[in-house]
């Protein structure tokens, strides 16, 4: 890093940094309750704001934590009391598509320390990992029947999956007028539908059992969508959709509430994947919507099924806000959107694909 630019300590200050510190202070009931009792022992009474309004703020916030504690009973499936037992990983068998790259090898090898038996499912002929626990197999989730075949070797050389990590995914920069009905019915296939084929392959033995974990990862551009990467964005937003699905049907179908589901909704990551990715430098963008580091990501995971539980993880902070751009007047999510310049940043990558210039239909000129 140049002198003249930030320090490594500003860096790492963001949105996300500061939501933490007000958690564990303004929004801690630990911490406020202190702040009337120091009030009532120098004397004030109740008639001083001094004492009545920090009891009123303590009881705004206890009545937050008290509702986000009946929201984790429900989505962990334990009781008022106690929380449910913790995953025993020594009895785990966690398959991982699209673990050859990224954050999936980061999951794979990360979860293979921890002695985890690691099933990946990638297209590369070999996994660079030096992990003895980890099984590869060559497979192109995109094809149902070949999802068949190896989920057959895979009960036969390895046994049943009990988690399933959806990870596959790939990037075809392109508009919605230049991308090549090859490249569109790819990226549904991986993205999408390799989804709808794992839960076919391996999900009854989940519901059979009435345990495991299924992990779902979308992407916050599912829900905000931008130029350049149509096909992607639809994808992701499509998982959203069968997510909530899944959760449903094992709830009234199958009656297997205790297969859970977590639906994970990242915005942007430092993987390979957006290598390509060139947004305009915006120190105050990147303190509201800080790039998420691979690592971030696998202890999301990791917690979510250490602690058993159901629901959806939009991360960093600002991605929870992105449906509330819905609520409001159409100029705000706009302007929001060409302040991120969130638009352009695979534009270059697109017409890298596409060999060809994008034009605009307003102008009549390349842009």
């Known amino acids: 890093m140049s002198p003249e630019g930030m320090t490594p300590i500003f860096d790492d200050f963001n949105l996300d940094l500061v939501i933490t510190v007000l958690s564990h202070t303004l929004f801690s009931p630990f911490f406020l309750a202190f702040i009337p009792i120091l009030n009532f022992a120098r004397g004030s009474s109740w008639e001083d704001s001094t004492l009545r309004w920090p009891v009123y703020w303590l009881g705004a916030v206890c009545l937050y934590h008290f509702l986000a504690f009946t929201g984790r009973v429900h989505r962990s499936g334990g009781t008022w009391l106690f929380k449910p037992a913790r995953l025993d990983w020594g009895e785990q068998i966690v398959l991982i598509t699209g673990g050859a790259s990224g954050i999936g090898l980061l999951l794979a090898n990360t979860l293979a320390v921890r002695n985890v038996i690691v099933v990946v499912l990638d297209l590369k002929d070999k ?8 099984y590869y197999y060559k497979c192109d989730v995109s094809d149902p029947e070949a999802v068949d075949a190896v989920a057959a070797r895979i009960k036969k050389e390895v046994g049943n ?48 059992e009435n345990a495991g974990h299924v992990i779902t990862i979308s992407s916050v551009l599912g829900q905000q969508g931008v130029a350049h990467l149509g ?3 639809s994808t992701k937003a499509a998982l959203v959709a069968l997510h ?25 990551v430092h ?22 580091a691979p690592h971030t990501i696998v202890k999301e995971i990791i917690r ?14 600002y991605a929870r806000c992105v449906p509330a751009l819905e609520w409001m007047p159409g ?37």
């Open 304 to 317: 979510s099924l250490d602690e058993r539980e159901n629901g959806e993880r939009w991360m960093p902070f």
């Open 244 to 268: 909530r699905t899944l959760r449903r049907e094992l709830l009234t179908v199958y009656s297997a509430p205790g297969v859970r589901t977590t639906l994970l909704v990242p915005g942007q």
């Open 127 to 134: 996994l660079e990992s030096e992990n003895y626990n980890i």
């Open 161 to 208: 999956p009990t988690v399933l990590i959806n990870n596959a995914a790939i990037v075809t920069p392109s508009t919605l007028l230049s991308v090549t009905p090859t490249a569109l019915s790819r990226t549904f296939a991986v993205n999408t539908l390799s989804h709808i084929y794992i839960l076919r392959a391996f999900l009854p033995h989940l519901v059979a």
């Open 231 to 233: 096909a992607y964005c």
């Open 331 to 367: 100029w705000v999510a706009d302007a929001f959107q060409a302040w991120t310049g969130a638009d352009g940043g695979m534009k270059a990558a697109a017409e890298a694909e596409t060999g060809v210039a994008v034009v605009s239909e307003k102008k009549g000129a390349v842009v």
């Open 271 to 292: 993987t390979p994947l957006f290598s390509s990715l060139q947004l305009p430098p915006n120190k105050l963008r990147d303190f509201l919507a800080p790039p998420l």
